[in-house]
């Protein structure tokens, strides 16, 4: 009998590491989470910093965990596949940290040298790079958005002495991951395309750069953004980095050297490739047929934490204003993908329900019911609901309205200055209160979901169900208002909360086999993988009707209401104030 086969899938999250032990058939055996460190400035809402020694300390604690608590050997394992926040990593061209907080220690070695994505510092300077048009900003929705990794960039050079930033190099995380494991500079095509500004068909736009004051990185080559041959060049999902694990990087994880190292993807792609090919349930015992790869341009991916980018490929490109790409290659050769967000979901969720007065009083009912405080929110709604004889929770909050850009809009309005805002208040701060701003939270995330996916449909795409991963996938309450606020089902992935590492260990098996593979049937097996190790999945389909449906939808014309009159009132004050 074959021994089993295992692969590695490691997942850098917001806020912590996870590392997965998988076995072929995607069954997971193993799983540890370790909380890493980030940075905030007390004076400046705007700065999120975090440490690539504190993450990579972190993955060696998770996959040893997960070695040591599963019992299996390191040479049964034989891929390992990364993802990562779009989070800037900045390193001497040795590798080593370079801090990027502002201050006399910018520029030098240092712990902090990671800009997380969330960090808004690089508002100044994304309005720059958008004040002209370029190609580059044609295949980023027309905006390029503070979030991605040029905006931060052109922030170091602006406040770095330049000896300092013509010696670092600039790193999207996936790949400095993949860096740090084999030693390899090779940059993949999902960091370089969706957040460095690397064009489709023409690759990098000396132009461009020199026009945004960033042309000493076309003078110097590339070097510093590594996508050129000479530091190995670019590489689609999972196509085997270097010669794999170095000396270094094996013995740190308690693994074998020469392990194929997957080239890495942003954490929202390795969600579209763990949940993307599910087959569902038919409810009758039975699963649906495997699905054609075409059928993927029909399901839009849904990653969702504490932030939710909505992922869609396509055989061609399709520009859509405002969202994301097209971009092309990033996770299969020929195919193109689009992009939508929203800069903070899970964020936000956490927000409104942390900062309100009865926060306390929560705790102490969820505590004393031993319930998950969510658990909690949705009982107290149920007893609103009956007791005030209404049919569903959105016909309770139907004169609550909440516009839910509290951290900005990535898509599909692209504003990183727009703002929250609430309509409906009253003098009451009761737990009841909470509950019902927590349910409005909900609604609010589902409408705007809805604009992402009738801007991706407007434009051409032709999209017939959400296919959801991360946390709030397991929130029975949100995953029903998905469906229902956009009138397509919403399909979940067993084990959703964990698509995301899944999706990496699956392009781990894809480096394993890819030499054994040839080069014409190279993407079938990558999507046959992804067939055999995705769980299957359940499916919630829109339920809505009558009176709930007739109020959902005027409030998704409020919503979109909201935004105009948003956008006039913060014109008229900017003429008043001049």
Not at 12 to 32: E, F, M, Q, W
Not at 103 to 129: C, Q, T, Y
Not at 214 to 232: D, I, M, R, S
Not at 448 to 473: E, F, K, V
Request: hydrophobic share 40%.
């Amino acid at each position: 009998m074959a021994p089993e086969r295992y692969y590695i899938g490691i997942d850098v999250g917001t806020g912590s590491v996870r590392a997965a032990l998988v076995k072929h058939d995607g069954i997971l055996v193993a799983s540890s989470t370790q909380e890493t460190q980030t940075w905030r400035d007390p004076s400046d809402h705007h700065i999120f910093e975090q440490s690539t020694t504190d993450i990579w300390a972190r993955i060696t604690d998770a996959v040893r965990i997960v070695l040591k608590e599963s019992g299996v050997a390191a040479v049964d394992v034989k891929g390992i596949g990364f993802d990562a926040t779009c989070s800037l990593a900045v390193t001497d061209f040795n590798g080593n940290p370079v801090t990027v907080t502002r201050g006399s220690d910018l520029g030098k070695g240092g712990e902090r040298n990671i800009v997380l994505w969330a960090d808004h510092r690089a508002e100044k300077e994304a309005d720059f790079i958008n004040s002209e048009p370029s190609v580059v900003l044609d295949y980023v929705g027309g905006t390029m958005s503070l979030e991605m990794e040029v905006p931060k960039i052109l922030w170091l050079k602006n406040n770095m002495p330049a000896s300092d930033f013509s010696l670092a190099q600039f790193y999207d995380l996936p790949d400095y991951l993949t860096y740090r494991a084999t030693g390899a500079r090779t940059r993949s095509i999902c960091s370089i395309t969706c957040k460095t500004a690397y064009v489709p068909t023409q690759g990098w736009n000396a132009e461009f750069f020199s026009r945004i004051g960033l042309a000493t990185l076309a003078e110097n080559g590339y070097a510093q953004l590594g996508a050129v041959e000479a530091a190995g060049g670019v590489a689609t999902a999972g196509v085997p980095v270097g010669k794999g694990l170095s000396v270094q990087a094996a013995k740190e994880l308690g693994l074998l050297e020469g392990t194929p190292v997957g080239s890495a993807v942003i954490d929202a792609y390795a969600g579209w490739v763990g949940t993307i090919a599910a087959r569902h349930d038919e409810g009758n015992g039975g699963l649906s047929a495997p699905v054609a790869f075409e059928e993927s341009g029909h399901r839009l991916a849904a990653c969702a934490g504490t932030s939710t980018c909505h992922i869609v490929q396509s055989r061609k490109g399709v520009f859509v204003k405002g969202v994301w790409g097209p971009y092309k290659d990033p996770i299969f050769p020929g195919w193109w993908m689009n992009e939508g967000g929203q800069s903070s979901t899970g964020q936000l969720i956490d927000f409104i329900i942390t900062t309100h007065p009865a926060y306390a009083e929560l705790k102490e009912r969820a505590a004393k019911q031993q319930a998950n405080i969510h658990e909690v929110l949705r009982q107290i709604m149920d007893e609103v609901k009956r007791a005030e004889g209404a049919g569903s929770w959105t016909e309770t909050i139907k004169d609550m309205h909440l516009y839910p850009d509290l951290h900005g809009n990535r898509s599909p309005i692209a504003d990183p200055r727009m703002r929250g805002s609430i309509m409906g208040l009253t003098l009451n701060d009761s737990l009841q209160d909470l509950a019902r701003k927590y349910a409005l939270t909900l609604e609010a995330v589902s409408l705007q979901t809805r604009h992402i996916l009738d801007a991706l449909n407007g434009a051409g795409h032709s999209i017939t169900s959400i296919y959801m991963s991360g946390s709030q996938a397991q929130n029975a309450a949100l995953t029903q208002l998905f469906a229902d606020a956009c009138e397509v089902p919403i399909v979940l992935p067993r084990m959703s909360s964990a698509a995301v590492v899944l999706g990496a260990a699956m392009l781990g098996r894809f480096a394993a086999e890819y030499n054994t593979i040839a080069i014409n049937e190279r993407s079938e097996r990558l999507w046959k993988i992804m067939e055999e190790m995705t769980p299957h999945a359940t499916i919630v389909k829109p339920a809505a009707v009558g009176k709930e449906q007739k109020i959902l939808k005027a409030k998704y014309k409020i919503f979109l209401e909201s935004i105009q009159i948003q956008q006039r009132w913060r014109a008229e004050i900017e003429v008043a104030a001049q």
